[in-house]
């Protein structure tokens, strides 16, 4: 099993030397899609997933979920976070037994879900949807020190609630003068890059696990498409994510990594409990 960089106390240790600078972003990989974003001591997590909650519930199926690298920390040691976020509903994106430890020690956490999914994450996490914020395509709301803006995200296609919510959503996360984009999980869809290409993006999230039907699940953007979508939003640097977390649902980040060399991008990959630190352009 791979073992993070930087874990539990070692992993705690960094967060807090991180936040003792002010005027930088820190960001932290966190495994599959899950990062936590840092700047001038305040704290948001997008889609951690902090548990075993999916290797449990499909151990006994012909679709196991076998874990590829170790936690980076239990959820409950995250006490200083102020805001958690979720892109979709899916357990990787929304787990109750991260966000139920995590809201524990964290009384007044903000949690920010799709307003589609905002009854059906309120079921799930156990307490009223209107303690959940609910946002949707355009949508922004302000928690703490940070502005989230909802994005479409296709996972695979553009879709909607009855009322014509977008049930996947990206974020455009801005603090402090620093814009971060995290996909979610999407693949390229028309209009995408007119939306994005408009924002200054310090760091683009960006999934690489391609779509395989054999896998038997909604698929993602290849690392080549993941790339080029970083070149033409005119992101500062790109991170690949949504990898090394399942077995039966992984890549390798070395397309994405030659098409960034190819298309001139400017990229990071990071491993899981690693520190990624913006400084102002």
């Not at 156990?126 to 928690?143: C, E, H, N, P, T």
């Not at 779509?211 to 953007?221: F, H």
């Not at 290849?222 to 992984?250: D, Q, S």
């Not at 990594?257 to 400017?266: F, S, T």
């Amino acid at each position: 099993m791979i073992r993070p960089l930087l874990q539990d106390d070692v992993l705690l240790a960094d967060i807090k030397s991180a936040g003792a600078t002010r005027g930088e972003l820190h960001l932290w990989w966190l495994g599959q899609s899950g990062f936590l974003i840092q700047h001038d001591g305040r704290h948001l997590l997008v889609d951690p997933y902090l548990s075993d909650s999916l290797t449990a519930k499909y151990a006994a199926t012909d679709k196991p979920h076998v874990r590829m690298t170790e936690r980076v920390i239990a959820p409950e040691r995250l006490d200083f976070v102020d805001v958690a976020a979720s892109t979709h509903n899916h357990t990787d994106h929304f787990d109750p037994e991260t966000l139920a430890p995590l809201l524990a020690v964290n009384p007044k956490l903000a949690i920010v879900v799709p307003a589609a999914n905002r009854e059906t994450a309120a079921e799930r996490l156990g307490v009223s949807s209107d303690r959940l914020l609910g946002i949707d395509d355009g949508q922004a709301v302000d928690v703490g020190e940070f502005e989230l803006t909802a994005v479409p995200a296709a996972h695979e296609t553009i879709e909607r609630d009855e009322q014509g919510r977008m049930r996947f959503l990206g974020y455009l996360i801005r603090a402090g003068g620093f814009t971060v984009y995290h996909a979610g999980d999407t693949v390229l869809y028309e209009g995408m890059v007119a939306r994005l290409a408009s924002q200054p993006i310090d760091v683009a999230l960006l999934p690489i696990n391609g779509r395989e039907p054999a896998r038997r699940v909604a698929g993602n953007l290849w690392g080549r498409e993941a790339a080029w979508l970083a070149r033409e939003i005119g992101a500062r640097v790109a991170v690949p994510c949504h990898y090394e977390m399942f077995k039966f649902n992984t890549a390798t980040p070395e397309e994405f990594v030659a098409e960034c060399n190819r298309l001139g991008q400017p990229f990071r990959v990071v491993k899981a409990g690693e520190r990624l630190t913006v400084e102002r352009n």
